[in-house]
């Protein structure tokens, strides 16, 4: 049985582990500000999503990650709406999320949770493939 919850800081170790490109500083940051969701199977971490909002107000799923033991089972699913119900609960009416252009399963997935793809921007020097970006309606 798998329960989402807002991470706190005694979670940070994991997520410093787990969400390696992320940095302690930005973990920490993102903690305190509740901006990090783990799902947990009993007192076992499995999985993270992490998000930031655009133009400081669009939800902008950053990172979804399930530990490989534990995909296809739901967690990524139970992840995906607890944060798609906290968001509308804020008056959102718009989710985003992205995705490198080659990376056609984390894809699928997006489209499979009711995400449309909108458009790419390349990213000289930080990327060697086209970012594609994602929405979601929820209002
Ligand atoms: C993508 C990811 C978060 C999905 O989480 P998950 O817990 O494995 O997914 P779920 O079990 O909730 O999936 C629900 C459904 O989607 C399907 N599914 C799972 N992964 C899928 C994928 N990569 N592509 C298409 N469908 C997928 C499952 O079969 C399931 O369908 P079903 O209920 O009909 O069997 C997880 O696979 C993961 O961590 N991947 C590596 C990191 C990554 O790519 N993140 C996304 C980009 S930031």
């Known amino acids: 049985m798998v329960e989402v919850a807002n991470a706190s800081h005694a979670d940070t170790d994991w997520l410093v582990r787990e969400d390696a490109s992320s940095g302690e500083a930005w973990v920490s940051r993102c903690v305190t500000l509740g901006e990090y969701l783990v799902a947990k199977e009993g007192s076992e971490i499995v999985g993270f999503l992490r998000f930031s909002r655009f133009w400081g107000r669009v939800p902008y799923m950053e990172m979804i990650r399930v530990l490989p033991g534990h995909r296809r089972s739901g967690v990524g699913t139970a992840l995906f709406l607890a944060w798609e119900e906290a968001m509308r609960g804020e008056g959102a009416r718009l989710l985003m999320t992205s995705s490198e252009c080659d ?37």
């Open 103 to 139: 990376e056609s399963r984390p894809q699928d997935w997006h489209r499979r949770n009711g995400f449309t793809e909108t458009g790419a921007i390349e990213l000289p020097g930080l990327q060697s493939v086209p970012e594609v970006f994602f929405i979601k309606p929820i209002a």
